[in-house]
């Protein structure tokens, strides 16, 4: 456990991370010619940003980060191009995929080169229980593609339809389907993938299996994932349900209930009924006056979840597979759960914030209870249930009421002291938020493929200036 107390804002510009201040980018540019340059100041901000606004803390600090150009590489080629080009001119380097990382992972704290990776979006491969990819893939095209041959991805995030595999490495942890196959970092998931390397000779290392923990969740500071080779499951026709209860515990139980082994379910989130009038399209199914669980459940699988539910008070107000869903143009369940909760209120209510919990095992739901009591209007509840290393896990995102940066520190001490884990969303290092300690094997890797420390300025804290490798 740690004390969390207010953080120092981050360090913004080339020389607060010991890079030159002087990059003479029109020359970076002539060295680029023949790429998809951006150079118009609208698009390099709008290209310098992702979904940190979620925390008020981070739209404030954040604000004046804008590349100074982008690149938007279409093969591995190009990405070895553009690597020695940053090398060459010691230009700060932040590879982006489509920005949908929460805590600024993608904003060029120290300005320079922004690698924006979505037109290197092709499917390499496909073979029985395997797919290759080049980084920028999106998700959702993934899982389309692996659908014609009757497999399907193991998880994504919420954000699928437009996040990139290599974004979802280097910055995400798991997500829907993380009920059935555990988390990106439970072996087997991830099968291999290639980084090119940062230096003034580029090259290509691969990743195998659990290599790939060197790059994931490490927020593009160490190498640019070109291509990545991740495990398919057979399809499943998932029902998409949602249930109601009329107590927030009912829902918490039920969903310990359906998340046992034996239970096929891709999907198992709880959701406060304070939610409801923001779930728009869903009003008649999720109306306001009972709580929420949204669940994706194989076919074979339902008739125990249906029992499950009885056993827990609760009744099925949906259930349907992804195209009668579609027919009736309703959501899938999977866009109603993890960061898109927080969504779907933040897009109607900037007065909204979010903090991300997980609860010590075996989960007890009476935290929550009192949580809810202690908070009343202030924080809403929503948790998302899942498999991690082979155990369960439980985490929340909770929906809390902004009232400024000290009333939010204050509220992660109180979710410490009922000993759970917080992963401050309002920083901007992998250490601050969520990981808690510096990866040695990340930093190690980062002296191999970012020697002169140009990638992601500002993002970890094991690495400092002094680090850096000196000009040859
Ligand atoms: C509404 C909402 C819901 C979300 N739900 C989930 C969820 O369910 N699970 C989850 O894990 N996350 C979730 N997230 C966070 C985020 O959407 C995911 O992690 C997503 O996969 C990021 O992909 P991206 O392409 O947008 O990456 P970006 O935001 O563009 O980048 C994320 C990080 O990866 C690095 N990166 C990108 N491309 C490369 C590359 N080629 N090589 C090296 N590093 C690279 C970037 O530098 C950055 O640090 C959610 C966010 C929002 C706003």
């Known amino acids: 456990m740690q004390n969390l107390a207010l953080p120092l804002p981050p360090a913004l510009g080339p020389a607060a991370h010991g890079l030159r201040p002087d ?66 001119h010691r230009a700060p380097l932040t590879v982006r995929g489509a920005g949908t990382g929460n805590y600024g992972q993608c904003v060029p704290l120290a300005g320079g080169l922004v690698v924006d990776t979505t037109e290197m979006m092709r499917v390499l491969d496909l073979q029985p229980g395997r797919m290759r990819v080049q980084g920028g893939a999106r998700l959702h095209d993934m899982e389309m593609a692996a659908r014609e041959t009757r497999q399907m991805l193991r998880m994504w995030p919420s954000t699928w339809r437009v996040a990139t595999i290599a974004g979802f490495i280097a910055g995400g942890f798991g997500g ?55 495990a398919l499951s057979p399809a499943i026709d998932w029902v998409h349900a949602v249930v109601l209860f009329p107590h927030y515990r009912q829902v918490l139980d039920a969903a310990i209930a359906a998340g046992r082994p034996g239970l096929h379910s891709f999907l198992l989130s709880a959701v406060d009924r304070r939610f409801a009038p923001y ?112 155990e369960s896990a439980t985490f929340a995102i909770l929906l809390v009421k902004w009232r400024g940066a000290e009333r939010q520190y204050a509220l992660m001490r109180e979710i410490e002291a009922d000993g759970c884990t917080v992963f401050d969303p309002h920083v901007v290092t992998i250490e601050d938020g969520g990981m808690k300690a510096i990866d040695d094997s990340q930093i190690a890797f980062k002296r191999l493929a970012d020697p002169m420390g140009l990638m992601n300025p500002g993002k970890t804290r094991g690495w400092h200036p002094g680090m850096a490798r000196a000009a040859r």
């Open 176 to 230: 829907v389907g993380s009920t059935a196959h555990g988390v990106l970092r439970d072996r087997g998931n991830l099968i291999a993938c290639r980084v090119v390397t940062v230096d003034d000779e580029p090259r290509v290392i691969t990743l195998q299996g659990d290599e790939i923990q060197k790059v994931h969740h490490a927020y593009g500071t160490n190498g640019l994932i070109a291509e990545v080779e991740l």
């Open 23 to 88: 990059v003479d980018w029109s020359a970076v540019a002539r060295d680029l010619q023949g790429l998809h340059l951006v150079t118009d100041e609208p698009a390099r901000r709008r290209l310098s940003r992702d979904f940190h606004w979620y925390s008020p803390i981070l739209a404030g600090q954040l604000r004046d980060c804008v590349a100074d150009l982008v690149v938007k590489p279409s093969t591995e080629d190009d990405l070895l191009r553009v690597a020695a080009v940053a090398a060459r």
């Open 279 to 390: 779930y728009g399209p869903l009003r008649d199914h999720f109306p306001g006056d009972r709580h929420a669980l949204f669940a994706m459940v194989a076919p074979g699988s339902l008739a125990d979840f249906r029992g499950v539910v009885a056993a827990h008070g609760g009744e099925v107000a949906l259930a349907m597979d992804e195209a009668a869903l579609e027919g009736a143009a309703l959501p899938p369940a999977h866009e109603c759960a993890y960061n898109h909760t927080t969504l779907q209120v933040l897009r109607a209510d900037r007065s909204w914030t979010y903090l991300q919990v997980a609860y010590p095992q075996p989960f007890d739901p009476a935290i929550v209870e009192r949580q809810m009591a202690r908070w009343g209007d202030e924080v809403w509840q929503h948790q998302e249930f899942a498999r991690m290393h082979g």
